[in-house]
């Protein structure tokens, strides 16, 4: 009988643990590498997992992507950085090609962990082989773009191993400054919240030329212009604000109302350029959000405001990190920095508050994986993502939305095409 045999027989976990020694009970012998599999070599899963290579025991072993570009971009990258850390570079028989490249990953006896870092359309059918897999698992937000996904996703997550680590790339929550402040307004420095104001103000996201005929190519290279594949830039981008006024506040909104719309970009695709939208959270507590996601002319500001009875808390990207109030606070790095002048990252790679937020991110999952416990964090990852549905529902409808009737109704979409044709 193994570990994992033992445990289910009901015996209970906390037994099982006073048989094995605790530097292997989650099975690692506390030194070994964490075997990583890469799937989506692009901007952001390319620089998770270089982190995780740099800042963990984990290692990055193989690489998978629908596009042969990109997988071999990946592979080089991933040889030069194992290279640097005196390790082995990426056998063949561990880079997958194509649209079953997931399948290949999932089922590989030489992978631990599998980094889901493809567009959001894709997250949740990939995190189901993933899961069924028994490795551990990585994926970026949003877990689902649309209400049909997120409902995917938690029948996905009761079939999480105990032993088996999810997490959702919402690594922000990891920043030191952010996790530091968002312990003093959980314990009540700010009183009785009254509101929250939020922004993103993000430039305009660069379109990837594609030199064949194929639309559907198109479509899939520039994902971030096309609301099937990414969720629209509320769900996709501005997910990381709305994250943590859940976080802070401890509640889902109840409704919504929006307005916005695509009053600047002409090209391709239907995400709105800016969305205005404001929440109702229990306790008829509103959190007022901005956002915009157009121009080159250098702009980038995202964060949050609290208000409460006895203080306020700032809480940007760049700028002093602070509480005023009866319970004052700052985070010494941040103050003599100026609000509004951080650089934008489009790999999520950002300087200021948040330097060492995916750091701190992978080692948490890290010890999660060799140490225990281990984290569920797909139904957290539902919640904010249909949050941020609840804002794009009401946005588009024109009508106030609530909560049940996301859930509800929804709204359902389809890229209207199959990935098989890149095989
Ligand atoms: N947490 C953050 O701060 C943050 C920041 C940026 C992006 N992201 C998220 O990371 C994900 C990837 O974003 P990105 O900017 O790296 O995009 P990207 O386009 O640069 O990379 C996506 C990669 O996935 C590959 N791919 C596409 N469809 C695939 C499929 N069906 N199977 C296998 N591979 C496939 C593409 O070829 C590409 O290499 C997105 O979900 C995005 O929302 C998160």
Known sequence: MNRRDFVKTGTGAASALLLVKPDTAFGYASNSAVRLGLLGCGNRGTSVATSFAQNTSAQVVAVADLFADQLAAGRKHFDDVNTSLGKATIADKLVFRGPHAVEQLASSPDVDLIQISTPPFFHVPHLEIAVASGKHVYVEKPVGIDVQQTRHALEIAKRVKPNQSVDVGFQCRSAPPIAAISD???????GKIASVTGWYFAPASKEHAVTGPSKDEYRLRNWLWDRALS??????????????????????????????????????????????????????????????????YGVFDAGLRLFGADGTAAVPYSGPMEIKGSQP????????????????????????????????????????????????????????ALSCMLGRMAGLTKHQATWEELLAHGEHYDIGFSVDQFA
């Open 231 to 296: 969720g629209d830039i509320l769900v996709e981008q501005n997910i990381h604000i709305v994250d943590l006024c859940n976080w802070f506040l401890g509640a889902h909104p109840l409704s919504a109302i929006a307005g916005g719309g695509r009053n600047i970009l002409t090209h391709f695709g239907d995400c709105w350029d800016n969305y205005q939208v404001d929440f109702t959270y229990p306790g008829d507590v509103h959190f007022s959000f901005s956002s915009t996601q157009f121009g080159s």
């Open 184 to 190: 003093r307004i959980k314990s009540g420095a700010l």
């Open 329 to 384: 606070w700052s985070w010494a790095a941040s103050a003599a920095t100026q609000a509004g002048a951080g650089q934008f990252a489009a790999n999520g790679a950002f300087l200021d508050n948040l330097q060492f937020a995916d750091r701190d991110k992978e080692r948490t999952f890290i010890a999660s994986i060799t140490d225990g416990p281990a984290h569920n964090q797909i139904a957290q990852g539902v919640e904010t």
